[in-house]
């Protein structure tokens, strides 16, 4: 009996839709997912977000909402970002007992309990005048002073701790960060919670929509001084093995589609849980080309997820999480 050619058809596994969904090497389940959410003070009812279609900066009321909805469709938390309802030089609202984010959390939170995880957005931006992520320095003109930022990201932490946030997303990329946070945690009694660090954050282009969702844009300059060159790969390795020995618990690259190298890269080097942020840009592409009728969303959003836990991202922050969680289930 003679075998016949080709021996090696790859084809059979791909026959029927259950074998494909059999033999998938992947899975993209709800639980993966984390989804953004901005909370704006002072205001009675949601704002659409002009250039993020389906998302809006949420009142208080919406956004326990919101977490109440994305928790029925098995989505696995959500990150609060605050936006103040007015700024100040040092952004002092990042840490009140009462800011923004501080209530939204502690309101969320005692909504949904342990359905979902909360995470909070830990960050200056929104909440300074300048709109950087730091202090400007005293001394040189125009720059970011690294060292008192790092103090007052403790006192951040500090407050989205005592609000009820499960896990701190330290977002500004100053040096120690992760170290002066995981130390203010400690001593406040809060050595039980999470630090999820954006540890290879890049300078991109594609956070331009979300500029207007937390109105947190630069009025000066730009992040490039914090944030990475896009180019750099080995530097994104670096700035994890700090994070690491600072005491991130797990790690986040940020944005997701172009740097996949880079999930992939620290994955494999760190070994810690890491979360891929596909942020507002890559949401709004797929958001225009939709509306124009050039792309189908829902497969398009699907494969992209699906490339972003390919590339070995445990978590993917999107904004596509509660419409995905939809169209998984
Ligand atoms: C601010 C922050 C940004 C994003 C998350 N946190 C913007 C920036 O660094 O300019 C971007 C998120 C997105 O584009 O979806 N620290």
Redesign the pocket.
Known sequence: MSLGYPLHRPRRLRRTAGLRRAFAETDLRPSRLIA?LFVKEGIKEPVPIAAMPGQAQLDLVSAVKEARELASRGVGGLLV?GVPATKSPDGAAAWAPDGISQQALTAIKDEVGDDLVVMA?L????YTESGH?GVISEQAQGTIDNDPTIELYAEIAVAQARAGADIVAP??MMDGQVHAIRGALDSAGFSDRVILS?AA?FA?N??????D??E???QFGD?RSY?MHTANLAEALREARLDVAEGADALMV??AIGYLDVVRAIKDELGLPTAA???????SMVKAAAGNGWLDERSTALEILNSIRRAGADLIIT?HAGDAAEWLS
């Open positions: 953004p970002f957005d960050c200056l931006c929104s992520c977002s500004g954006y954050k991109s594609f956070y331009g929509p979300f500029r969702a937390a947190g844009a630069p992040r944030q940020k944005p942020y596909n942020v507002s840009g890559e949401y904004y």
